[in-house]
């Protein structure tokens, strides 16, 4: 990449596909960032540059390049496949710049206990690093699978009262759909991932909870 094509790129602004960084003081939580986009359609992250827009640079990007490079491959799981290019700024300074792909082994988490390989993962949603439910963890897990447990579902009563719902209300969350069904929170759930990796409905992530909306044709 070139300076020109750097700044082309930053002028786009943060999105879906693409995050600023300005520095690596915590390499911890830029790994959400990474991590995210990876359990979506990949993306561009970039460290050097502030969140306005201004590319300030790294002073040492060689150090910069070890540290997070050593924390991906130390938090993330299952790996994260990137490729990582450095555009020169100035004599002094250089962008990082990491091209993370999109994981064929959903869901990548970050994790915060490494002895016990605990942690968390997140899904890139706009310019929001988002923090998955048990629901988006398990279509992320199975969906584009050949086989899976939440393959086929008939069309019951519950169904019908979903159909019914969503084409006058438009979305719908998990618990809303228990209390109209009239079934176990965690039933609900179950039916309503069935119903994404069928589908027949969609799942739509925002910062206060998932939703689940009418499948467009």
Do not use: W
């Not at 150090?63 to 924390?71: F, L, Q, S």
């Not at 990548?108 to 968390?120: E, N, P, S």
């Not at 579902?153 to 969350?173: A, D």
Request: net charge positive; aromatic share 10%.
């Amino acid at each position: 990449m070139t300076l020109r094509e750097l700044r082309r790129l930053v002028r786009q602004g943060e999105g879906q596909q693409l995050e600023f960084k300005k520095k690596t003081i915590y390499p911890f939580k830029i790994l959400k960032e990474i991590v995210a986009m990876a359990n979506a359609q990949g993306g561009i992250l970039l460290i050097g540059v502030a969140d306005n827009g201004h590319i300030a640079g790294l002073k040492h990007p060689e150090d910069d390049e070890y540290v997070m490079t050593e924390y991906i491959a130390k938090y993330c799981r299952p790996a994260v496949q990137y490729e990582l290019e450095k555009v020169t700024i100035t004599t002094e300074r250089a962008v990082l710049v990491f091209y993370i792909r999109e994981s064929k082994q959903k869901p990548i988490f970050r994790l915060y206990d490494l002895k016990k390989k605990i942690g968390k993962a997140y899904l890139r949603v706009a310019d929001k690093s988002l923090q998955t439910s048990r629901e988006v963890r398990k279509i992320l897990k199975f969906s584009g699978k050949e086989t899976s447990p939440y393959q086929g579902f008939s069309y019951g009563e519950n169904e019908r009262k979903l159909v019914q719902y969503l084409e006058k209300n438009t979305k719908i969350t998990t618990e809303k759909f228990a209390e109209l069904a009239d079934i176990p929170t965690k039933e609900a759930a179950e039916l309503l991932v069935r119903l994404t990796l069928c589908n027949l409905i969609a799942l739509q992530p925002e910062e206060h909870g998932d939703f689940f909306v009418m499948k467009e044709q």
